[in-house]
């Protein structure tokens, strides 16, 4: 039974001239072994990458280990050649890396005990290999010993499937914020097709349901703000009322319809077009007074800052609308995603500005 490794037993395999020569070490116990396509098409290589290079970073500019060492030490047959590595490097250096959790965006993540015993007896494996790999990358023995070299591949195979089956489900329960803004944007933008082609009065309630789905849509991404985003210095998270949504609409609607049609034949718009707008009906139902979205769309300031606020929401649902088509590749931890952290802050910003200026009682202040 392997005894577990104390971190200073995996940490002595990061110094940075064992790195240099890890590659050689790893490519050498894999010319002792036949072809093994097991992980050829695994989709934990694409979700993965970073994890199946050949070589760490780096590597090509070293000083240290030179081109002709390495071919010397690992001439890689043929039929080998077509295949990802058999035990790349980067996941052997995160296997001495691993800790007991892991963060991925403000979440704490526990690794099962199961993976870390598997851990420590990858890294044990190595250890009883590393003496012998010395030998015979400086030419002092022909051949690894055949045992060690079978016990260090299956306990490699047991590791790296536990460690990519934990790194998944972790990624998966990362990712559920925003899959859920992804999941209620779906419907809002489907009954938001609907209004186009319904007739009246018919389209009045699609208007109504196209509402309760901007409110589930707003809930997700307020969760979404705040798990990526935080509460600091002490900020509540702002609460992402639909109204305002589209309350904006409606005032830069009214302002563009006053714009593009000008005065009436008494110095006002027709009151067919009022009542047929778009925005006049959303008005009507989140009960707007239209004397208030006059006046409102009247003024420019109020009138750029609900501009703003449409440029916002739309940058937002297309940038959702990216991130679905990539949902399975992306990044898990979030917060190094920089443009939607910058797309999330931007809106966040401008919602806040707009609920001071347009909703009671934020406006009352």
């Known amino acids: 039974m392997v005894q577990p490794l104390s971190r200073a037993d995996r940490m002595s395999y990061l110094h940075a001239s064992h790195q240099l020569i890890l590659p050689?070490?790893?490519?050498?116990?894999?010319e002792q072994l036949p072809p093994f396509p097991w992980r050829v098409g695994s989709p934990a290589m694409d979700r993965f990458p970073e994890y199946f290079r050949a070589d760490p970073a780096g590597l090509a500019q070293s000083k240290v280990l030179t081109e002709s060492t390495l071919a010397a030490a690992t001439i890689i047959p043929a039929d080998k050649a077509a295949l990802p590595p058999l035990f790349p490097p980067p996941l052997f250096l995160e296997a001495l890396r691993l800790e007991t959790t892991e963060t991925l965006t403000s979440?704490?993540?526990?690794?099962?005990?199961?993976?870390?015993?598997?851990?420590?007896?990858?890294?044990?494996?190595?250890?009883?290999?590393?003496?012998h790999l010395r030998n015979l990358l400086s030419k002092q023995r022909a051949a690894l010993p055949r045992a060690a070299v079978e016990a260090f591949y299956n306990a490699w195979k047991e590791f790296e499937q536990k460690f990519l089956e934990e790194k998944e489900t972790h990624a998966v329960e990362a990712l559920m914020p925003l899959a859920d803004c992804l999941l209620q944007l779906e419907p809002l933008l489907v009954s938001k097709k609907k209004e186009a082609i319904l007739p009246w009065p018919r389209v009045q309630h699609q208007r109504i349901s196209t509402l309760r789905c901007l409110?589930?849509?707003?809930?997700?991404?307020?969760v979404l703000v705040v798990y990526i985003l935080g509460t600091s210095k002490g900020k509540q998270p702002t609460d992402q009322d639909p109204k305002l949504i589209v309350m904006t609409e409606a005032i830069v609607q009214h302002a563009k319809r006053v714009e593009t049609e000008g005065a009436g034949p008494h110095g006002s718009p027709s009151a067919d077009a009022t009542s047929s707008s778009d925005a006049?009906?959303?008005?009507?139902?989140?009960?707007?007074?239209?004397?208030?979205?006059?006046?409102l769309a009247e003024n420019p300031k109020s009138l750029a800052l609900a501009e703003e606020m449409v440029r916002v929401f739309n940058l937002l649902i297309n940038h959702f609308l990216a991130c679905r088509d990539q949902l399975e590749k992306m990044n898990p931890n979030l917060e190094q995603n920089e443009d939607l952290v910058r797309v999330l802050r931007r809106y966040h910003v401008t919602f806040a500005k707009c609920q001071r200026s347009f909703l009671e009682p934020f406006n009352l202040v």
């Open 24 to 30: 050689a070490y790893l490519k050498a116990v894999e």
């Open 107 to 131: 979440q704490v993540f526990r690794f099962h005990p199961s993976l870390l015993r598997a851990r420590d007896v990858l890294v044990y494996r190595y250890k009883a290999l590393h003496p």
């Open 215 to 222: 409110e589930g849509f707003c809930k997700t991404v307020e």
């Open 280 to 295: 006049a009906s959303y008005a009507d139902i989140i009960k707007m007074p239209a004397d208030r979205l006059k006046m």
